[in-house]
């Protein structure tokens, strides 16, 4: 792979990085001290040159970063999940201090979303075992959803702004719809249990299996109602939201150690990829295209290809929304943020 | 935010232990903990033979509460409520219970209240003053349990059902006799006679063993009580501190000889089940913050407890379903608690639920069960706190569960861990 890109986080292991949703040429790396035990944060804005990859801005928080997510609505600002249980958000064209802190979160704060549709809220997920729904104009939450034990990851919906999906360690994937009522649910219209065996017998490969806490997930870009999940058990599965006890629909196995974080593929409908704490960088495609037999059962998703180029956890990936597509940027805690194009593990040179 | 829990956290994604890091968290001591800073219990004695058969479960209730005071020296006006576990006295011997807190030595200032949920009652009463501590309501209480089957044992105990009732199937099994359902399960479980004899057995065998090393010392406090001769019907009074119901020399083979009690070609006789009983327990709980304030000697932590429903006619598989809840509440895992403490309602489906959950055998009541020493319906619950914290202790162990199988279908379970 030669056309790979290399920026390093000096003293800092990353914990995550994204792409702005704005510009091809924008990166920002959430990063913390000492491996995110003890120590401080650092947000890294990077900005991609002819000279290579340029810091714009670092932003220092006095405790580690553990995701962060960019602004729908205003380009220049990104929010940051901190491992005091605080949110911050940070605008790049303004110095060391964050715009607005958020900080109801009891224990650390470990992922935050974008709502990508109508840009107005975010939400953030916590070991406390709440995930909170806040506007970035006000200091207080607007929501909060009790989950109940450590929420490793939480998203919303591509195509619905009110639907909310929440990952965490008791192997279960929850998902709340803001328009039903409060009720003593709150909010909470369905529960899959991410490894339990399915209702309907199982395929190839046993679905189900002991409960593991489950840490990264995300929704299917195309098919709205498909969701992918990760974490320590090393499988990834999908799973079909209008069904949730029946079981997963592809599995991919191969990550050697914990699924960290997975994120489907902005240009195809069947792709996906993961960081693993195998160091490793798997891309995936989930065999959703391919033609369903005669009984339904969970199958076998194909690895295409293998990035190994990390010498730690990998704990971070995004795809690139721009371009050709394929590009990627992975970061771990061999203190790198590398940019590569996931269509060369296809077709390497 | 700890560095130790950020690394055992990270630790157990890696391990993919999905409790790992859950034992460390549990250890750890903070100041709205509920603790135990005194547990103990009446001797266990035979229903209407035994040192407490004609002694009323309020006068049992009245010894051990006053044996708390003692153990403890809390001064009596700070517990706020006690809570006191009752399966068979009419109405759950409310009355009674809040006098016998008089007797003990407590002031009007203390509540009490009676309460049943059939065989959890003593464990129901503790996890209901936890959480009343947790919540705020109170900050000092005891969860207690006080039964006399010689006194309050017979079939009044449940109404006839109405024609509705009868037309729903699960409705009329609530009524099922415990024997009967019990029988039914170990015929179609094919949990065999000889494995039920050969468990029975190694209860008597741990009690006999523990019993002659003293080890059921810490947790008995000896109460006075006036007992009538069956031949001369004179009254005498005596102290009874010791379990009577522990037989020395059963053995598998032995208990084989038993006919069965519920059926002819049963499986279940009075040498594997559980044996009617008299005796109270008591546990005094309170908010870690206000034991230090207050110089309690701390001996236990209460963690969490479950509650469950099962079909009424497998009541027995209870533990089964209510010990993972409580676990999963716990943050843990079966690998990660040290003893459980399983009433051995009946050989057969205390074996069931330790084999469908693979516990280890040596981690089931070490010191023996109902089976030996008896299971006064209300009391167990709360028993079993005191003998799973002192054997903790003793052994150098930390976390322990308790659970029990309940009649008409239900589980109950908590965890605890010694300090």
Redesign the interface.
């Given at each position: 792979m030669a056309a790979m890109l290399e920026f390093r986080t000096q003293g800092y292991n990353p914990y995550a990085v994204k792409y702005s949703p704005y510009h091809d040429s924008r990166i920002a790396v959430g990063t913390a001290a000492n491996f995110?035990?003890?120590g401080n944060g650092r947000l890294f804005a990077l900005a991609l040159t002819a000279q290579g990859i340029q810091v714009e801005k670092t932003f220092d928080t006095n405790?580690a970063i553990y995701d962060l997510a960019w602004s729908e609505i205003n380009e220049n600002q990104l929010v940051v999940a901190c491992?005091?249980?605080s949110l911050k958000l940070f605008d790049i064209g303004l110095r060391e201090f964050p715009v607005m802190i958020f900080h109801e979160h009891k224990?650390?704060a470990f992922a935050t979303a974008w709502n990508p549709v109508t840009k107005d809220n975010f939400i953030s997920s916590s070991?406390d075992g709440t995930v909170k729904i806040w506007s970035p104009t006000r200091p207080f939450s607007i929501t909060t959803l009790p989950i109940g034990?450590?929420t490793y990851s939480a998203s919303y919906c591509p195509s619905n702004p009110s639907l909310i999906s929440a990952a965490s360690?008791?192997?279960h994937l929850r998902l709340f719809d803001l328009r039903t009522p409060s009720s003593a649910k709150y909010h909470l219209v369905a529960t899959v249990p991410v490894h339990a065996a399915p209702s309907h017998p199982g395929g190839p490969i046993p679905a189900g299996g002991?409960?593991?806490?489950i840490?990264t997930h995300d929704w299917n870009k195309y098919r709205d109602t498909v969701i992918a999940t990760g974490?320590?058990?090393?499988m990834i599965r999908t799973f079909d939201i209008r069904n949730p006890s029946g079981g997963p629909l592809s599995l991919m196995h191969g990550h050697e150690?914990?699924v960290?974080r997975l994120t489907w593929s902005p240009h195809a409908s069947d792709v996906l990829i993961s960081a693993s704490?195998d160091m490793t960088v798997r891309l995936w495609n989930d065999a959703s295209s391919q033609p369903q037999g005669p009984v339904p059962t969970a199958r076998p998703g194909a690895q295409m290809g293998v990035m190994n180029r990390h010498t730690e956890f990998v704990t971070g990936v995004d795809w690139c929304l721009f371009g050709a597509g394929g590009w990627v940027a992975s970061a771990g805690w061999d203190e790198r943020v590398l940019l590569w194009d996931a269509n060369l593990l296809m077709h390497p040179r | 935010?700890s560095?130790v829990a950020?690394?055992s956290?990270?630790g157990?994604?890696?391990s993919?232990n999905?409790t790992a890091g859950g034992r460390e968290k549990l250890l750890e001591k903070h100041p709205d903990d509920v603790v135990v800073t005194a547990a103990c219990r009446t001797a266990f004695t035979k229903g209407g033979k035994g040192g407490f058969k004609d002694t009323p479960a309020g006068d049992l209730l009245a010894g051990v509460l006053k044996a708390v005071l003692e153990r403890s020296k809390i001064n009596p006006a700070l517990v706020e409520d006690i809570a006191v576990g009752n399966v068979l006295a009419p109405g759950a011997g409310a009355t009674e219970f809040r006098a016998a807190a008089f007797v003990a030595g407590f002031t009007e200032d203390t509540a009490v209240r009676a309460l049943n949920r059939q065989c959890s009652s003593g464990l129901q009463a503790c996890i209901d003053v936890a959480n009343q501590i947790k919540a705020g309501m109170i900050d000092i209480g005891i969860g207690a349990g006080a039964e006399s089957m010689s006194l309050n044992y017979g079939p009044a105990a449940v109404s006839e059902f109405s024609d509705d009732f009868q037309q729903n199937q699960e409705a009329v099994n609530c009524k099922v006799p415990m024997g009967k359902l019990s029988e039914d399960m170990a015929k179609d479980l094919g949990i065999s006679r000889a494995v039920q004899d050969d468990f029975a057995a190694k209860s008597y065998q741990k009690a006999v063993k523990a019993q002659k090393a003293g080890l059921f010392k810490d947790e008995i406090a000896p109460v006075k009580a006036k007992v009538q001769d069956p031949k001369t019907e004179e009254w005498k009074e005596v102290i009874v501190d010791r379990d009577d119901g522990m037989r020395d020399g059963i053995t598998a083979e032995s208990l084989a000889k038993i006919r069965p009690a519920f059926a002819k070609d049963g499986s279940i006789h009075a040498g594997n089940a559980s044996q009617i009983s008299d005796g109270a327990a008591a546990v005094l709980l309170m908010r870690r913050s206000t034991a230090e304030k207050l110089g309690q000697q701390i001996i236990g932590k209460y963690v969490a407890g479950a509650v469950v429903g099962v079909k009424p006619l497998l009541m027995g598989q209870g533990p089964w379903k209510a010990i993972p809840k409580a676990l999963?509440k716990a943050?843990i895992s079966k690998d990660d608690v040290d003893i459980f403490e399983i009433n051995e309602a009946f050989a057969s489906q205390c074996l069931w639920c330790a084999n469908q959950l693979e516990i280890p055998h040596e981690k089931i009541n070490p010191k023996g069960g109902a089976i030996a020493f008896g299971h006064p319906l209300g009391v167990t619950g709360a028993r079993q706190v005191s003998t799973l914290l002192y054997e903790l202790k003793r052994t150098g162990k930390k976390i322990g569960n308790t659970s029990m199988c309940i009649g008409t279908g239900m589980g109950m379970s908590a965890v605890w861990v010694a300090e």
């Open positions: 995110g035990i003890v405790d491992g005091d249980g224990r650390e070991w034990s450590c360690s008791d192997s002991p409960p593991a806490e840490l974490g320590v058990d090393r150690y914990a960290r704490y | 935010m560095a950020r690394i956290q990270i157990g994604q890696i993919g999905p999963e943050g």
